[in-house]
């Protein structure tokens, strides 16, 4: 690993994070068996920062389930899936409201794990409150109603988070600009302004564009890449390039060490950032396997690149996916089914490193 990367590690953890070489014993947990590694410490034992999950706060009662989320090493990072969003964080202009984002991010701190500030925080064409989309505001005050939340959102847990998505989801699939009400007052400019705003607010924490379908090479994969030297020509802060990987079994780009590799030569690391990859349901043994390949995979091309920092899934199970609500007819997209018992994906996650 390199330095600069244990470096900001040490400076951004709230609590020193013990990270022992043994697998976590979880013997209790469901189906599972005695002395099954950790995949934080797998990943770690890899040369890699982390491997983590996401989590919400409405899973959180369920007592089997954060008995794995917390178990010692199996999850090095937690990201909060909706709890840090625009939506439930002011969803009045200048009332915020920060009761469920801090619940995740002190179950991270308690257990000694890196927090990334994402899904979608600062900037994104969903989950925007009406006064956001709807409030017709001209440039100036658009661009003080970005710095004003992301400042305020990232300054609150600053020295807490190892990195944030800043900008979301910012082109289509051709490599355009997605047209929204952020794009659509401010153009490009709004990029800028809350990356700029971000790094400001907590200048330690790594600041993130995320996208999907740039995993593999393509005219989409281009266009970022295209924007990550713009900004840096202009002296903008973008210390990383979030790749989504929501994936169908079978379907895994073969080009994901290339276009790693491509990003990472511009002068940023690169991150998988919400890995799942769903099936068209029912799950056959055939597409367990086929899954559990396609899982090995992704973590390899991750661990053949060495600014590949680290992992998250997306949730880790499929109790609680957002897959089958998001794509009707698909599912089973995680490493631990809907009993939270490991499938055949969490051996391949394991082979991948």
Request: glycine letters at 8%; aromatic letters at 8%.
């Amino acid at each position: 690993m390199q330095l600069s990367l244990l470096t900001a590690l040490v400076a951004l953890a709230p609590v020193a994070i013990a990270i022992p070489a043994s697998p976590v014993a979880d013997a209790n947990l469901p189906g599972s068996t005695a002395n099954v590694a950790g995949l934080h410490a797998v990943a770690r034992a890899a040369g890699k920062l982390y491997l983590g999950t996401a989590t919400d706060n409405n899973e959180l009662t369920n007592t089997q389930y954060t008995a794995i989320l917390e178990a010692p090493n199996m999850f090095g990072q937690i990201t909060a899936e909706n709890s840090m969003k625009w939506d439930a964080t002011e969803p009045e202009q200048g009332v915020f409201t920060f009761t469920l984002a801090d619940q995740i991010a002190n179950l991270a701190t308690s257990h000694g794990q890196l927090l990334r500030g994402k899904r979608h925080n600062c900037v994104w064409h969903q989950q925007l409150p009406s006064w956001v989309t709807a409030g017709n505001f001209n440039a100036a005050q658009l661009t003080s109603i970005i710095q004003n939340h992301c400042g305020t959102l990232v300054g609150r847990y600053a020295g807490r988070v190892y990195s944030w998505d800043v900008v979301n989801e910012p082109l289509n699939d051709d490599g355009s600009f997605r047209s929204d009400v952020f794009f659509n007052t401010l153009g490009e400019n709004y990029i800028p302004i809350a990356l700029r705003t971000a790094k400001a607010a907590d200048p330690n924490a790594k600041v993130y564009i995320n996208d999907f379908n740039i995993e593999g090479t393509g005219a989409k994969a281009t266009a970022m890449k295209n924007l990550v030297r713009t900004l840096k020509s202009q002296g903008v802060p973008i210390d990383g390039i979030g790749l989504q990987s929501h994936f169908i079994v079978g379907e895994v780009p073969t080009t994901l060490v290339q276009n790693m590799q491509e990003f990472v030569a511009l002068g940023v690391e690169v991150a998988i950032t919400e890995l799942d990859i769903r099936m068209t349901l029912p799950e056959t043994a055939a597409l367990l396997e086929q899954q559990k390949q396609d899982y090995q995979t992704v973590i390899s091309a991750c661990q053949a690149v060495q600014g590949c920092v680290g992992i998250t899934l997306w949730d880790f199970t499929d109790k609680f996916s957002f897959v089958p609500s998001t794509f009707p007819g698909q599912g089973a997209a995680c490493p631990w089914d809907q009993n939270l018992v490991r499938k055949p994906a969490f051996d391949g996650i394991v082979a991948g490193f």
